[in-house]
């Protein structure tokens, strides 16, 4: 059920959706193998979340828009594997590049026509998660990737802010 007034809920990538730096611990270009499992330039296995695709859809299917704050500097190889893994389809917003997540905010604010205060956010840095915070936007600190019950906290923290 959407929660009235949540419009946009923006994930950070590393840490958050998938358990690695994308631009440390895996090797772009990434391939998905005849198996469907998708690998990097050595071969290895990439993995993610479990939860995270249920998670991205249910999410989509509720009516809310989705956006990405990634701070990595590994641009291509984000982008490649967000559409590899099919998730692509599901964000609206993406903001993928080095430097301050306030300015992939303000970006995402004059994207979408959104105030800060219709927006949720999850990341595993507790400096973006300040930073975002004094912007207005409920942020959640993810210790252990997205999961169900990490968004589910997220959004009753988010009603309760808001009341």
Same mark, same amino acid.
């Given at each position: 059920?959407?929660?009235?007034?949540?419009? #946009? %809920?923006?994930?950070?990538?590393?840490?958050?959706?998938?358990?690695?730096? #994308?631009?440390?611990?895996?090797? *772009?270009?990434?391939? +998905?193998?005849?198996?469907?499992? #998708?690998?990097?330039?050595?071969?290895?296995?990439?993995?993610?979340?479990?939860?995270? *695709?249920?998670?991205?859809?249910?999410?989509?299917?509720?009516?809310?828009?989705?956006? #990405?704050?990634?701070?990595?500097?590994?641009?291509?190889?984000?982008?490649?594997?967000?559409?590899?893994?099919?998730?692509?389809?599901?964000?609206?917003?993406?903001?993928?590049?080095?430097?301050?997540?306030?300015?992939?905010?303000?970006? %995402? +604010?004059?994207?979408?026509?959104?105030?800060?205060?219709?927006?949720?956010?999850?990341?595993?840095?507790?400096?973006?998660?300040?930073?975002?915070?004094?912007?207005?936007?409920?942020?959640?600190?993810? +210790?252990?990737?997205?999961?169900?019950?990490?968004?589910?906290?997220?959004?009753? +923290?988010?009603?309760?802010?808001?009341?």
């Amino acid at each position: 059920m959407k929660v009235e007034n949540l419009k #946009i %809920i923006v994930f950070d990538l590393d840490y958050t959706l998938w358990p690695f730096w #994308i631009d440390t611990h895996v090797s *772009p270009p990434f391939k +998905k193998q005849s198996s469907n499992r #998708i690998v990097d330039n050595y071969g290895a296995k990439v993995k993610y979340y479990p939860e995270v *695709p249920e998670i991205l859809k249910n999410l989509q299917n509720q009516g809310y828009e989705l956006g #990405i704050a990634s701070r990595t500097s590994e641009i291509q190889g984000a982008k490649q594997l967000l559409n590899l893994l099919g998730w692509d389809k599901y964000f609206t917003y993406w903001e993928i590049f080095p430097g301050s997540k306030v300015t992939h905010f303000n970006n %995402i +604010k004059k994207q979408s026509n959104c105030h800060f205060e219709e927006m949720l956010f999850f990341d595993d840095e507790n400096r973006n998660i300040t930073d975002i915070t004094r912007l207005g936007v409920v942020s959640i600190l993810v +210790k252990n990737g997205v999961s169900k019950s990490v968004v589910e906290n997220g959004i009753q +923290k988010y009603i309760e802010a808001r009341k």
